[in-house]
């Protein structure tokens, strides 16, 4: 099991989102989850097999070659 990563929740929580000392320390970790998200700005949605489709035919594996 990997232990939790308390210093870069640190850094985040007091450098990026400005929390105090109390703030950071009474907050659940949902609720430190949440701000996370939103400070980078949300959850990209997974791709549905529509996008699958369009990203392989966009990038092929393999390109034809010309005769």
Do not use: C, N
């Not at 990997?2 to 907050?27: H, K, Y």
């Amino acid at each position: 099991m990997t232990p939790f990563p308390w210093a870069e929740a640190m850094q985040f929580g007091f450098g990026v989102l400005r929390l105090s000392s109390e703030q950071f320390w009474r907050m659940t970790p949902r609720e430190f989850a949440s701000a996370l998200i939103g400070a980078r700005g949300g959850i990209a949605a997974p791709l549905d097999r529509g996008g699958l489709d369009e990203l392989m035919r966009r990038y092929p594996d393999h390109q034809e070659q010309a005769r």
